[in-house]
């Protein structure tokens, strides 16, 4: 069983909403509470970059700032990002990164 597991992607149009989730089934709650928690994405041809941050501070990108909203559910292991009035450029693959792991990435298609 992978360490995370992510879901909730998909195409949508813009100013529609989608919400990812990022599940550590195999993960301690202990671990759970203290472990680094953010979204990633790579949009095509560009580099990885950091979308969202909640350990401590919670931390925006600022392209997504007012849009996006990053929480967790201790008890489901999960970590969400809640994504409101996307945009075109919001196409990217997603990636969670909880603790030293990494999901496998999944993919928002945003049409304009």
């Known amino acids: 069983q992978a360490h995370l597991v992510e879901s909730g992607g998909g195409l949508v149009r813009e100013g529609e909403s989608l919400t990812l989730s990022c599940k550590a089934p195999?993960?301690?709650?202990?671990?759970?509470?203290?472990?680094?928690k953010a979204w990633y994405r790579q949009p095509p041809g560009k580099q990885r970059e950091l979308v969202a941050s909640?350990?401590?501070?919670?931390i925006y990108a600022d392209s997504v700032k007012g849009r996006f909203t990053i929480s967790r559910d201790n008890n489901k292991r999960t970590v969400y990002l809640q994504m409101n009035n996307l945009k075109d450029a919001d196409t990217a693959v997603y990636y969670c990164n909880l603790h030293t792991y990494w999901g496998q990435g999944i993919q928002v298609t945003v049409s304009s």
């Open positions: 909640l350990t401590g501070d919670t």
């Open positions: 195999r993960m301690i709650l202990s671990t759970f509470w203290a472990a680094t």
